[in-house]
């Protein structure tokens, strides 16, 4: 049964267009995930120092957490362009080979949701990531002929919420891989404020801290549950932002002072009163709650 959840981490493309205002634009301005950053920043400094492109390098953890963003950065911080798809974009080599002649050296090719990738492609990208080498097959049949084509030297940077699926040579053709956790409150409490900011929405300190620890450690969250208590603020109180206004904002949403929803409450009591507790496999509580399995895998 679909249901638009506000603490769903994904992210649809009329938010996405939203946040994109709110972005980070360098590293020094990239809250939270420091070890990440502080890694990164050396990695980049090498890449400048010694004028190589940056190794390949894989982003893993939930959704949400700024995967996207951070890529984003990585290029603007190396002077480099970037360009966006994604795994089920991907169906077949042609699909890909666009993407791997139009870049130039030191180029980032950005591929989300990279363990969706089909084989075929997943095999094509290895000469490619290894060598800067493809063999592209111009015919099918007893005619087809494979041609070799030299490629610039470019960035993959892939991003995934499920490295598990990914294979063990496409993992292993990234120089880099970093995982991302989910944020502390206090981090999130510096992007609500900086978001608000950005949108001139008067909020104190407390009224931050009130959206930030609803937000489930995930920035994406955070600035959902922002752009809602706004409109709030703005038509049943004064404008500001206070920890009375988000608290009544996000209950008339459905959210408690947990951060969990009627999905989450229907989920544990369905635990609690059929399953006398649990244990339960995830494919049960799907039937029993009319959601999909990779609902309550991914956001919940």
């Known amino acids: 049964m ?50 190589e492109p940056l190794d390949h390098l894989l982003l893993h953890g939930p959704p949400g957490l700024g995967k996207t963003t951070l890529a984003y950065i990585i290029a603007e911080e190396l002077g480099r362009d970037i360009a ?56 099918k049949g007893m005619y087809s002929k494979p041609l ?16 598990a699926m990914l294979t063990r040579p496409l993992r292993d053709r990234f120089g880099l891989q970093q995982h991302f956790d989910f944020y502390t409150t206090k981090d999130l409490e510096s992007i609500v404020r900086r978001s608000a900011y950005i949108l001139d929405t008067p909020i104190d300190a407390e009224g931050a801290h009130a959206i930030a620890r609803r937000s489930r450690g995930t920035p994406r969250i955070a600035n959902r549950l922002l752009r ?39 989920m544990m009591n369905v635990i609690k009163d059929v399953y006398n507790g649990g244990p339960v496999g995830i494919e049960a509580l799907a039937a ?12 919940v």
């Open 84 to 139: 966006l798809t994604s795994g089920p974009a991907l169906e077949r080599p042609g699909d890909v080979m666009g993407f791997l002649v139009n870049a130039k050296e030191g180029d980032i090719i950005f591929i989300d949701e990279i363990h969706r990738l089909p084989r075929i492609v997943e095999e094509f990208l290895y000469s490619a990531m290894e060598d800067f080498l493809v063999n592209f097959t111009l015919d």
């Open 228 to 266: 809602r208590v706004r409109d709030f603020a703005l038509v049943r109180a004064d404008g500001d932002i206070t920890p009375e206004v988000a608290a009544a904002g996000m209950k008339l949403e459905g959210i408690d002072d947990l951060g969990l929803d009627r999905l989450d409450h229907a």
């Open 2 to 51: 679909a249901r638009e959840r506000l603490i769903d981490p994904a992210g649809s493309g009329e938010e996405k267009d939203f946040n994109w205002g709110l972005r980070p634009k360098n590293l020094d301005e990239y809250t939270g995930q420091r070890e990440t950053v502080e890694r990164l920043k050396i990695a980049i400094d090498a890449s400048k120092l010694r004028s």
């Open 288 to 299: 029993t709650l009319n959601e999909e399995s990779d609902t309550l895998v991914d956001v």
């Open 148 to 163: 070799p084509i030299r490629l610039e030297k470019f960035t993959i940077i892939g991003a995934t919420t499920r490295p």
